[in-house]
């Protein structure tokens, strides 16, 4: 990947109307609608007949399967709402740029998950001995760093066997939506959402930790092309502010009335419960706790908010979130040739009138 420093180019433009964010005033919904949820495709949408369309299991098991999509469907059923993030959400707040989807800070969406549990499909094709990873392959084909590929990305096998992973083939009570992986996906909750592979073909179970493109190129945390890099895995802390008030149509600038109003938001974590969420109305200078809300599941996102009593000017308000495990949000953002996990706190520019 390129770094730059000049504006966005048509290229990234293309990428940026293709795959769009969730607006941010729809953090107001617990579950985020279908419509608003973000969208990151690789190469294109495939076409899929649900009728023909098999899940194959194979690799290193006892037994190979083809499920049909009945067959998925006659399994255990398990809803979850769970937080999905790009792991490029941020890049494009990065100097220089990195050259990729340009995503500023909306590349989040908290939907309920239908599905089957993974695990239970493993069980049943029996998972050899010296197994390590579970590979997942989408039906999408394309080209990305001059080396064709279908999409597809592993995991180790403890964390294929986590209770919470699914074989998802709803998405708020409806057949997954074409762009979101019909007719079936992979749901890893705390993962980054390049885990989550959509449109699943097949499942294969290694002996040998997987180094495709996605895995051993792509979504590793380095500075330069020479360093190997750590692997992107799950997400780290991050909260994201309802805007507050009206918008400028241009800048996105947000105008308020002054007095008492309730700052809200929603914040998560893939590392642990977000245990805190803090509140900055001067640039990062001063912080104050925010109310947390319950989450609706042990991976969705959680409410929270905060009563602020707006004096005319302008001001630049901040919230950070922290995890059980102590992780919380940076100010600034660490750089990487990717451009991933850049979970710096939001920054939104008011004027109060
Ligand atoms: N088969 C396939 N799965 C995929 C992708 C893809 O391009 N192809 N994109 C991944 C990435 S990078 C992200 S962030 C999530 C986005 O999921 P969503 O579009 O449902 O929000 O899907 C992941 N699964
Ligand atoms: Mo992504």
């Known amino acids: ?24 005033e729809a953090l107001r919904y617990p579950i985020t609608p279908a419509g608003l949820h973000y969208l990151l495709i690789h ?7 649900s009728v023909t ?3 194959e299991v194979g690799g290193n098991v006892r037994t190979p399967l083809a499920l049909s999509l009945d067959d998925v469907r006659a399994r255990p059923r398990v809803s979850l709402a769970v937080t999905l993030e790009c792991a490029g959400n941020g890049r494009a707040l990065l ?6 989807q340009p995503w500023l800070v909306e590349a989040v969406g908290n939907a309920e998950w239908t599905g089957t549990p993974l695990r239970g499909v493993l069980e049943g094709a029996g998972v050899g001995d010296r197994s390590v990873e579970v590979l997942f392959t989408g039906l999408d084909r394309g080209v990305e760093g001059d080396v064709e590929q279908d999409f597809e990305r592993s995991l180790p096998l403890d964390e294929a066997m986590r209770e919470e992973v699914l074989l998802a083939y709803e998405m708020n009570g409806q057949p997954l939506p074409p762009q979101h992986g019909f007719p079936l996906r992979l749901i890893v909750p705390g993962w980054y959402g390049m885990t989550h592979v959509k449109w699943l073909k097949r499942i294969t179970v290694l002996t040998q930790p997987f180094d495709g493109y996605q895995q051993a190129r792509s979504y590793r945390l380095r500075r330069d092309e020479e360093e190997p890099g750590e692997p992107v895995t799950r997400m780290p802390p991050r909260s994201l502010m309802v805007p507050p008030g009206i918008p400028d149509f241009l800048t996105r600038k947000r105008f308020l009335e002054s007095g008492p109003c309730v700052l809200s938001g929603r914040a998560w974590s893939g590392g642990g419960e977000v245990v805190r969420v803090e509140v900055s109305p001067d640039g990062g200078r001063t912080w104050s706790d925010a109310g947390l809300e319950q989450p609706l599941s042990p991976f969705g996102w959680r409410g929270w908010n905060f009563e602020w009593d707006a004096q005319p000017g302008e001001h630049e308000l901040s919230s ?12 600034e953002p660490a750089w990487n040739l990717g451009g991933y996990a850049n979970n710096a706190a939001q920054r939104i520019s008011v004027v109060v009138r």
Do not use: C, F, K
């Not at 290229?11 to 969730?22: I, K, P, S, T, V």
């Open 95 to 100: 100097e220089p740029r990195p050259i990729s």
């Open 320 to 331: 950070r979130a922290t995890d059980a495990t102590g992780a919380s949000q940076p100010l």
């Open 1 to 24: 990947m390129e770094a730059v420093e000049s504006a966005v180019s048509r290229e990234e433009l293309q990428l940026a109307a293709r795959n769009h964010g969730m607006p941010l």
């Open 43 to 49: 190469y294109d949408i495939p076409v899929v007949d």
């Open 53 to 55: 369309w098999r899940l």
